[in-house]
């Protein structure tokens, strides 16, 4: 958190533009403007920091937090303060300024899973990390405020809420019935019908989604881990993703979206317990979660926790399994 | 929840303009476009549903829920489902199209709140409800996606989960200190300097904002109920509701914005435990939390339930409290 010193009124606005086309530092050309980069795909066998690379991944210029940790927590009167630590990466997706990510394809898709396995692959090397995020804003309602496509990484010495939450109900589960949460609920969504379904992913619309349109797409097979992904898997993976983003371009109009993976933090199993914790390795189940942003969050779910979803999952599903995908 | 039967594909986009001016059904004259009003007040003693109200309350024509509750409770696989049941209310805050609620002056506010207290005793007689929020959105960014200004009331049978949180984390105050938690926490915040101050209540910048400029204004005097707050009170907080919205709008230069109301549900104390419970009454505190959107929620947000706020508290409140309000 900066504390906004030096900064103008005018600076706390709403930005209503992403950021002008001219002079991207995501383009191929400028890789100086960038930090050093921490990962690339150059299938060319192009030197590092240079054009000729699919995928590159650097850190954030302005990172949301600092790699030194500085002081302790410490307390301020009845509350707590400790300093913002973690990493905060950006994976630049396409070295096209303008390509749109639903025309990526599987081989696009599949190089960008390949960037951030490598990088969860790393990040777990600091065991300060309790947990790893990747993320992508689509679209500047949905936060994106650079055009050139990117997904962003943040690793944080903390477990998330939501996080937290979910591990518990897939433990829970697990204890009770000794089998996956997500393996009953993909078998249960599996008899419906999912928007497209491939050997080894499920596209489908969750019971109960917070979000008019919002989707899944999870592994049949049972896997905690999306770092343990495999090149073929990668692909598959694109495909379904391609398939399901170039559905939603066309019937919601290129909406804005968010794009998430959920995966089991890095301790999970914790390191050095294999035998203890193997069973644990079941009890959760990794999953990307793509949510347009088709309405505002407003005052109802702000002073609720609840979330108000005007289209039914069954029709979100529908509607895009009806409609005629790319070629 | 609407399942979306007989919708169009485009009718699933984001919305990214506020309904058009014309023939808007909260201007006076229109009165027989709502459905009968619940409470109104008119100053020149007109009849209902006809023009001549200062502020008009009337069930929304197109409720999240409704108030029959239908089938019960029922399992679907492994899932959950229940029939949303609730009020859902507007409140018509000005007979004026186009005024902008930081132009209501104190007088303005107060009748709105006179408004929400009314309907408040008036849902809480129905012991289904749980709970009843209060909130505005403002502006299309927050929300509102019609542009005379209005706030909206829902009850609800259900907790909703930040209310849960915020009055277990009241109560275990209390119960180890004996004192109220947003007691001890305003006079923490009173230290430093609030934004605007009156004798009764106070609008500061809370310690850890999730959002930049996020406010609340609170009474300096202990009460757990808006409902009970005297018509006094009303223009005091009116005052200081006007004050600060005032200052956002120069500042943000007319930012959209979330204004809530957080206070104790229907059931505390519970009716008819008065004696046991009379202590309780001690442990939560109400206030007003406005909420200015300057920027989106994105990936991250989502993903972890953290929240990134780049202005700190102090400097939001510095910069409001240094500009000059209207006169």
């Not at 390509?99 to 490598?118: D, E, K, N, V, Y």
């Not at 969050?297 to 009806?322: H, I, S």
């Amino acid at each position: 958190m900066t504390d906004g010193e030096g900064r103008r009124p005018g600076d706390f606005q709403l930005q209503r533009e992403e950021k002008p086309l001219t002079a991207c530092p995501f383009c191929p050309g400028e890789e100086r403007r960038t930090p050093p980069e921490l990962f690339a795909l150059r299938p060319d066998g192009s030197r590092p920091n240079t054009p000729g690379w699919q995928v590159r991944v650097t850190p954030n210029k302005l990172p949301t937090f600092g790699l030194e940790s500085g002081e302790e927590q410490r307390a301020e009167g009845l509350y707590d303060v400790r300093h913002g630590v973690g990493a905060h990466e950006v994976v630049i997706e396409s070295p096209s300024h303008n390509l749109h990510p639903a025309a990526f394809g599987s081989s696009g898709w599949s190089a960008i899973f390949q960037a951030w396995r490598a990088r969860l692959l790393d990040l777990r090397r600091d065991f300060r990390f309790r947990s790893i995020m990747v993320f992508k804003n689509h679209g500047l309602e949905a936060g994106a405020l650079i055009q050139h496509s990117h997904s962003q990484i943040m690793a944080v010495p903390v477990m998330p809420p939501r996080l937290a939450i979910e591990l518990a109900a897939s433990r829970e589960h697990f204890l009770r019935k000794e089998r996956c949460l997500h393996c009953d609920l993909l078998a249960q969504e599996r008899k419906g019908e999912g928007v497209v379904s491939s050997a080894a992913f499920l596209c489908y619309a969750p019971f109960a989604a917070r979000h008019p349109f919002e989707m899944r797409i999870a592994p049949l097979r049972h896997g905690h881990d999306f770092a343990a992904i495999s090149d073929p898997e990668c692909r598959q993976l694109g495909t379904a993703l391609s398939d399901l983003l170039q559905r939603m371009r066309r019937v919601l109009r290129d909406p804005p979206f968010n794009l998430l993976l959920v995966t089991a933090p890095p301790s999970h199993p914790p390191p050095g317990k294999p035998d203890q914790w193997a069973s644990l390795s079941h009890d959760f189940h990794w999953y990307l979660e793509i949510v347009p942003r088709l309405q505002r969050q407003a005052g109802f779910d702000q002073a609720t926790g609840f979330f108000l979803n005007p289209v039914a999952p069954a029709t979100a599903a529908r509607t895009l399994r009806e409609c005629q995908a790319d070629a």
